[in-house]
């Protein structure tokens, strides 16, 4: 009988409880016993929500107080020379080092360097080999979490990430490849593997999301290898979870592993199915991923249940098609959705029901076919719902003209009109559009919110805001300046409430990385500006000050990218009607005479599909809509981007395609390795390669900066360099902003007094 179970569940509870714990610790207000019994009971709370939801058993150590590659790091002793003597006197000092950094009067420690997790939102901490890396076991988190699981009494399945998975997210210090490090790491593994069947493991979860990418034939190799040595450990049933996609051409090499299950995204790649039916051994059990782990629509059951059948006694699991790390916790606690709206989601909990309901069809349940039959029906409903069509949208969308993405004059031509208005100095400095969201910001908003501060009484709390952050700029001697943002809740919140088709929840929180959550909007319909959304605070701000003041947006593909998407269209039509709403925006501000606009697309580089023979498609109309967007204005309005933990290296001429006059990428925590792909290719528009790393507590000095300029200035000509943080200031303190802008514009300033100034 098929049995349902997932592949790990949101860590950061329903309410963000483990936020709240996490960053109470670094404040030091709780002590470390505070923070494991915080997770503990997370652990369990989460254990018993999806065992009430219908789960049959449920994995364990897919909860972590930061991140799953980070733990597995720690795991097998990967733990970087500059960190070990941290690590060696306090294990959780060090682990939280290794993720934020540290700087205090005895050390400063880097944090590892940090980027998408595939192609998702999550950011996972890239490893980091040292040259002769060893590995050992030398941790028991996943021994330790199913310990507690097994005390009560739950069926629990330990996940790994699986050994070429990780070893491929890594990077080694000497340059070399990492695969190279197979052989030294398997050992380890098999050691774990063994102590998990002594502690009572039957089944073991081993996550290898990597073969749903190209592979080549060394990594196909490692693959053999390291699964031909893990099958010879005395070790529990093995379950191999692919996901994020179809295997594609890497079916037949999933299928000869030896392993004893294997899970597939169904979601993604339903057509998959058939091809491993014929492939894979008759004894091979299949977990069948047939709800949509990424995104908060009710599945379409029918179709799930037709996949069920059709593996037939093959499939012993139902599953979502990946980790639920993805979506919220419980639809249960939103009470202020619309009604239809809320029939149509389903969050981590709701759909672990659904797999019940698909698991007690498939038993012959008839109260299951009749909740399966109405539930048909509404999705027919909701695909019929003149909620989600927008005729005067869909119109304006027919009318656009190649034209309309099209700047009217090339860079040479905008670049002399734009420093004539601007009149900026060599090397000029900025920052990436948010400045600190303190105690004070966030309490007014929450007062405003419930009413209990009325409207104009919030607008000169923000006015007050703005005019500091400004004055707060200009004593520091930054040139181009922003408004601090200190109206806007999220990046992408914020303009989604500003557009129709969007809805927004009360409790849809997802993790972006550590105590970092974000709650995506829910675009549920088509696209449309009723109003401008960002006029009023950039006009504002620039009547405060004589130095220009950017306009600050958020781009489509971002907007799209970390919003929950509706699935009744392609993504592409959804992305350009958001294009078409910030082309309105756009122009509005170059008419209020903005003469810099920042459209922000950290999400370009995220949204590139997994396979390279899907890329061309994607960056075209990805780029189409920045373009459309962001091209509506006068040769002498400036249009910067900003990206964020993007590798440039492949995708080079498509960001240089967009056109921007500036744009601003993270290149600290990376030492500007993020540079190379400028080296190879001659960009020729203005860049700013961050240096300064605000993911991380610690200050750079001024002569860390200037270090990391001379080094873009290898591959930059001076004329394009630009001086900026990695990304927005939001998260951080103003002590630390005001100390790490003071040394970045020091840095600026050393650098003009000792550069030729550009021609």
């Not at 098929?2 to 002590?31: D, M, Y």
């Not at 409790?507 to 675009?523: A, N």
Request: aromatic share 8%; with cysteine.
């Amino acid at each position: 009988m098929i049995s349902v179970t997932h592949l790990g569940f949101p860590r950061i509870g329903a309410r963000r409880e483990l936020k709240q714990a996490l960053e109470s610790f670094w404040k030091g207000e709780s002590a470390a016993d505070a923070l494991y019994a915080a997770a503990a009971a997370l652990r369990e709370r989460h254990w018993r929500l999806a065992g009430a939801a219908g789960a049959d058993s449920v994995p364990c150590n897919d909860f972590s107080l930061y991140d799953q590659a980070l733990d597995t790091a720690v795991l097998f002793d990967a733990i970087p020379a500059s960190h070990r003597e941290l690590y060696e006197h306090d294990p959780l000092a060090g682990y939280f080092a290794l993720a934020r950094g540290v700087q205090d009067g005895r050390r400063d420690l880097h944090a590892l360097e940090m980027t998408k997790w595939f192609d998702t939102n999550y950011h996972y901490l890239v490893p980091q080999f040292e040259p002769g890396q060893r590995f050992a076991l030398r941790a028991d988190k996943p021994l330790a979490e199913l310990a507690q699981a097994q005390a009560l009494g739950l069926q629990a399945r330990p996940v790994l990430l699986g050994p070429v998975t990780w070893l491929k997210l890594g990077k080694r210090r000497d340059g070399g490849d990492p695969r190279e490090l197979l052989e030294a790491l398997l050992p380890a593994y098999a050691q774990l593997l063994e102590r998990l069947k002594a502690a009572g493991a039957q089944w073991v979860q081993i996550d290898e999301p990597a073969l749903v990418l190209d592979l080549d034939d060394a990594d196909r190799a490692a693959y053999r290898r390291a699964y031909a040595a893990l099958a010879e450990a005395d070790a529990p049933q093995r379950l191999l979870a692919t996901y994020f996609g179809g295997l594609g051409d890497n079916a037949a090499l999933a299928a000869q592993l030896p392993v004893q299950g294997l899970h597939l995204d169904l979601v993604r790649a339903p057509q998959q199915l058939e091809s491993l039916l014929a492939l894979l051994p008759a004894e091979r059990a299949l977990s069948l991923g047939v709800v949509d782990g990424r995104n908060i629509w009710r599945a379409d059951l029918d179709a799930a249940l037709s996949l069920a059948r059709r593996a037939g006694e093959r499939a012993r699991w139902l599953a979502p098609s990946c980790s639920l790390l993805h979506v919220p916790t419980d639809l249960e606690l939103e009470r202020k959705l619309p009604g239809p709206l809320r029939q149509w989601m389903a969050y981590a909990k709701q759909k672990i029901e659904e797999l019940r309901l698909l698991a007690d069809a498939l038993a012959g349940d008839e109260r299951a076919a009749r909740e399966l039959a109405a539930a048909a029906s509404a999705r027919a409903a909701r695909l019929a719902s003149p909620l989600l069509r927008h005729p005067q949208v869909r119109k304006r969308l027919a009318d656009v003209r190649p034209e309309m993405g099209r700047r009217a004059s090339p860079y040479p031509r905008r670049i002399a009109l734009q420093q004539k208005r601007l009149g900026l100095p060599p090397f000029p400095t900025t920052t990436i559009g948010s400045f600190p969201q303190t105690a004070q910001v966030r309490r007014a908003r929450a007062e405003h919110k419930a009413g209990r501060l009325d409207d104009a009484g919030y607008r000169r709390f923000l006015e007050q805001e703005t005019r500091d952050c400004l004055k707060e700029q200009e004593a520091l001697g930054l040139d181009l300046l922003v408004h601090g943002e200190f109206e806007r809740n999220d990046m992408v919140e914020y303009f989604g409430e500003r557009l129709d088709g969007f809805a927004f929840t009360a409790h849809g929180w997802v993790q972006s990385y550590g105590s970092r959550c974000v709650k995506p909007p829910v675009l549920y319909g088509d696209v449309a500006r009723p109003k401008p959304m960002t006029v009023r605070w950039t006009r504002y701000a620039q009547t405060q000050t004589e130095r220009p003041v950017k306009g600050m947006l958020t781009g489509p593909v971002t907007i799209l990218q970390w919003s929950f998407v509706r699935d009744d269209q392609p993504r592409a039509d959804s992305c350009r009607q958001i294009a078409l709403a910030l082309r309105e925006e756009v122009q509005d501000l170059d008419a209020a005479g903005i003469a810099a606009i920042q459209i922000d697309e950290p999400a370009l580089r995220e949204g590139l599909p997994l396979r390279r023979a899907d890329w061309p498609a994607y960056l075209a109309w990805a780029g189409d809509c920045f373009r459309l967007a962001a091209s509506g204005v006068s040769d002498a309005t400036q249009i910067h981007t900003h990206m964020c933990y993007a590798e440039f290296n492949d995708i080079i001429e498509a960001v240089a395609a967009l056109d921007a006059d500036v744009i601003s990428i993270e290149t600290s925590r990376s030492r500007m390795e993020l540079l190379d792909a400028f080296a190879r290719y001659r960009y020729p528009n203005g860049i700013g390669p961050g240096v300064y790393d605000i993911h991380s507590p610690r200050v750079p000095s001024e002569a860390e900066m200037r270090a990391l300029l001379d080094k873009a200035l290898q591959v930059l000509a001076p004329e394009q360099l630009w001086v900026n943080p990695d990304c927005g200031l939001k998260t951080r303190g103003w002590p630390e902003v005001r100390a790490a802008l003071q040394a970045m514009v020091q840095a600026a300033r050393g650098l003009r007094e000792s550069v030729a100034a550009p021609a």
